[in-house]
């Protein structure tokens, strides 16, 4: 059967059927979590690295080779000690989800640290949208919940397989988001942004299926989502730069220049553009982003993959 129209402003009705109780009870113990004291979240969470590190194995090589392709003038000892620091911050990061869905994010408020904003002024003066971009970093959800408090974001997501994480993450996003659009509703995005929207988009992972070029994010070529290029090509918006990242128990959200001339007639130097900026993210917040991606599995012809067979 065709899957039923869902508005991008309202979660999709919930499964209840039997076999998807063990996710239930997954969401019940996370919904749980998220009303724990954020101290203890944050040890929590490093706990939870610490077991994540040991017993996840493919992951952890998964981030092992990254961090090789991208920190080559590092000494293995400190790549090793950021793979241990990125895992930490990944359990601490569970916790940022959970609370950023289903608790509250007033201890964060008291202590967020937002600039950059009065850079939107004059392209709000223009009526024109804005596609915020950045990067898959644990610190996401909150520091969008918390960007929402001064903005009308919308988000853009992938449709998740479960059901029931599909409504999760819906209906958690959809507390602070103004709407929730998934990679398929180009169309809705695109007159979003021309009605002087503001889509928050993160495209850097590898979309298998979706229009791509190879980009060098950190000198390595990455198959890269040509999107931004299109969405700013077809609606006019300006492309602005998010960078978010915790520092101890507080958060900095800054909000940077809009990139110049963007975009031009070429996809692929748009795209190189875009993975710069999301690699100057990944350099201010390193052990926060999600290396355990295997953000480089497709490589241009001739070379393999770093990763191996799975």
């Given at each position: 059967?065709?899957?039923?129209?869902?508005?991008?402003t309202s979660p999709p009705?919930?499964p209840?059927s039997p076999?998807h109780?063990?996710?239930w009870l997954a969401?019940?113990?996370?919904?749980l979590g998220?009303?724990?004291?954020?101290?203890?979240?944050r040890g929590?969470?490093?706990?939870?690295?610490?077991?994540?590190?040991?017993?996840?194995?493919?992951?952890?090589?998964?981030?092992?080779?990254?961090l090789?392709?991208?920190?080559?003038?590092?000494?293995?000892d400190?790549?090793?000690?950021l793979?241990?620091?990125?895992?930490?911050?990944?359990?601490?990061?569970?916790?940022?989800?959970a609370?950023?869905?289903w608790g509250?994010?007033?201890?964060m408020?008291?202590?967020?640290r937002?600039?950059?904003?009065?850079l939107?002024?004059d392209?709000?003066?223009?009526?024109r949208?804005?596609?915020?971009v950045?990067?898959?970093?644990?610190t996401?959800?909150?520091?969008g919940?918390?960007?929402c408090d001064?903005?009308?974001?919308?988000g853009?997501?992938r449709?998740?397989r479960s059901?029931?994480?599909?409504?999760?993450?819906?209906?958690?996003?959809l507390?602070?988001a103004?709407?929730?659009?998934?990679?398929?509703?180009i169309r809705?995005?695109?007159?979003h942004?021309k009605?002087?929207?503001?889509?928050?988009?993160?495209?850097?992972?590898?979309?298998?299926g979706?229009?791509?070029v190879?980009?060098?994010?950190?000198?390595?070529?990455?198959a890269?989502?040509?999107?931004?290029h299109?969405?700013?090509?077809?609606?006019?918006?300006a492309v602005?730069?998010?960078?978010?990242?915790?520092?101890?128990?507080?958060?900095?959200?800054?909000v940077?220049?809009?990139?110049?001339?963007?975009p031009?007639?070429?996809?692929?130097?748009?795209?190189t553009?875009?993975?710069a900026?999301?690699?100057?993210m990944?350099?201010e917040?390193?052990?926060?982003?999600?290396?355990?991606?295997?953000?480089?599995?497709?490589?241009?012809?001739?070379m393999?993959?770093?990763?191996?067979k799975?």
């Open positions: 059967m065709p899957r039923a129209v869902e508005s991008p009705s919930p209840f076999r109780w063990p996710m969401l019940g113990v996370m919904c998220a009303r724990l004291p954020w101290s203890m979240q929590l969470g490093r706990m939870i690295g610490a077991f994540a590190l040991l017993a996840g194995t493919s992951r952890r090589k998964a981030a092992q080779i990254n090789e392709l991208c920190f080559p003038e590092m000494s293995t400190q790549r090793e000690r793979l241990r620091d990125s895992f930490r911050d990944l359990g601490i990061g569970f916790f940022e989800f609370r950023a869905w509250s994010a007033a201890p408020r008291r202590t967020v937002i600039e950059g904003l009065e939107l002024d392209i709000r003066a223009q009526g949208g804005v596609l915020m950045s990067g898959h970093f644990m996401l959800e909150m520091c919940r918390l960007m001064h903005l009308p974001l919308t853009m997501y449709r998740h059901p029931v994480m599909e409504w999760a993450v819906k209906r958690g996003r507390r602070y103004k709407a929730m659009f998934t990679n398929d509703e809705p995005a695109i007159r942004l009605q002087g929207g503001f889509l928050w988009y993160a495209p850097d992972q590898d979309m298998r979706k229009d791509t190879f980009a060098p994010f950190f000198g390595v070529p990455a890269t989502i040509t999107a931004t299109q969405f700013a090509r077809l609606s006019g918006c602005v730069p998010f960078f978010h990242r915790r520092e101890g128990a507080d958060y900095v959200l800054r940077g220049s809009p990139l110049k001339d963007f031009s007639n070429d996809a692929a130097v748009d795209s553009r875009v993975n900026a999301i690699e100057a990944v350099r917040a390193p052990t926060q982003y999600l290396w355990i991606h295997r953000r480089f599995k497709r490589r241009p012809p001739g393999t993959s770093p990763y191996g799975r």
